[in-house]
């Protein structure tokens, strides 16, 4: 298997996935993931689609992403990795899909607008 590639990405970050065959060894810009993701449920979060079809010690996955905080951060690798295992194998396509890895999260920060503090907040206004 040659190496494949795929793109995730949520908020503001964005996760470029190189996978290829190995060990189960997940790099994230040079660091390893516990390095880069100190917390578990983080950890958890970007394991997600590999364990769910049990290939966690299968592939070797590179990661860069850049932007976003750690959660934006390891949600998109998360939407990564499950392309590009569907990329490896279409048949797990319908997993992945029905445990939401497959969906692109659209929810980004509304900007903000002139004339108002914040995105949606006004200023404070009093009728007298």
């Known amino acids: 298997m040659e190496m494949i590639n795929a793109l995730g990405r949520r908020k503001s970050a964005v996760a470029r ?3 290829t065959e190995g060990t189960g060894k997940i790099t994230i810009n040079k660091r390893d993931l516990e390095n880069y993701f100190p917390s578990t449920i983080l950890q ?17 996955i590179k990661v860069n992403v850049f ?6 951060q390891s949600q ?3 939407l990564g ?4 295992l569907v990329k490896i194998n279409a048949e797990d ?3 992945l899909r029905a445990e939401g890895f ?8 509304e900007r903000k607008k002139p ?3 914040k995105a949606r907040r006004r200023f404070q206004f009093s009728k007298r």
């Open 93 to 95: 396509k319908k997993a």
């Open 44 to 60: 958890y979060v970007v394991k997600q689609p590999l364990n769910l079809l049990e290939v966690a010690e299968k592939y070797d």
């Open 102 to 109: 497959m969906t692109r999260d659209p929810r980004a920060v």
């Open 17 to 19: 996935i190189y996978v």
């Open 81 to 84: 990795i499950a392309r590009a």
């Open 67 to 72: 932007g976003g905080g750690f959660t934006g």
């Open 115 to 117: 004339g108002q503090p």
């Open 76 to 78: 998109a690798i998360r």
